[in-house]
């Protein structure tokens, strides 16, 4: 819906219902500004909700293992603020502020392994990303974020890495055939203060595929990663 010219209000909700929880009703809202034909700013807010499975409120895995139909639902609320910004026609930087948390998270309780509402944890940082048209048929995509997790409660959840970037590269390497080549990394993954073991270490990912088109309707895709 645009308020007036430069600006555009974006919206939508979900309901859901559940036998066990009742109703939920949870929405999305966005804002976006035209600073002008090359940058724009945005708002955004939103809600969601998890309720827990099968598994977590009845399936007793064992004397010492065993759900909890006194569970309460997850739920997450999530801000951002963002920025665009498209130099020329080859290339898009945006840079966006987030916070995201999460409530009543349901995870095992250390000492009695029953599932549990064991707290809740904040996220909130930047990401940085760049999209390029390196020639006609060539792109490349690249992003970085930064988060700083916390946690409050009892739960063992990990609860994310400090530092995520990827690049990905797609381009032409023969007539018909099409190649795209990706890396993902994260430093290592933090744990609650709940938990006495050491951080998950960190780890980078290498994947790359040809897609080869055979027709209109048909293509063969071949990917390896490690």
Do not use: C
């Not at 969601?48 to 010492?64: C, K, N």
């Not at 095992?108 to 999209?131: I, W």
């Not at 595929?209 to 990917?223: E, I, R, W």
């Amino acid at each position: 819906w645009d308020v007036v010219p430069t600006v555009r209000l974006t919206n939508g909700a979900r309901y859901d219902h559940f036998t066990d929880f009742g109703s939920t009703i949870n929405p999305r809202v966005g804002l976006t500004l035209a600073l002008g034909p090359r940058a724009d700013a945005r708002l955004a807010y939103g809600t969601a909700f998890r309720a827990p499975d099968l598994v977590s409120l009845y399936v007793v895995q064992s004397a010492a293992v065993g759900g909890n139909p006194d569970l309460r639902p997850e739920d997450a609320h999530t801000a951002e603020a963002g920025f665009t910004l498209r130099p020329d026609d080859r290339v898009q930087l945006s840079v966006t502020l987030f916070h995201t948390e999460l409530r009543d998270l349901i995870d095992q309780a250390p000492a009695a392994a029953l599932y549990k509402n064991l707290g809740s944890a904040t996220t909130k940082g930047v990401e940085l990303e760049g999209r390029f048209q390196l020639s006609a048929h060539a792109t490349a995509h690249a992003s970085y974020a930064f988060a700083e997790p916390e946690f409050s409660g009892t739960s063992t959840f990990a609860i994310g890495p400090r530092h995520t970037g990827s690049v990905v590269v797609s381009a032409p390497v023969v007539p018909r055939v099409r190649g795209h080549l990706q890396f993902y990394a994260q430093s290592q993954t933090l744990r609650s203060s709940a938990d006495a073991r050491p951080p998950m270490p960190g780890y980078g990912i290498v994947s790359g595929s040809l897609t080869a088109a055979l027709g209109p309707a048909f293509d063969l895709q071949v990917t390896a990663a490690n």
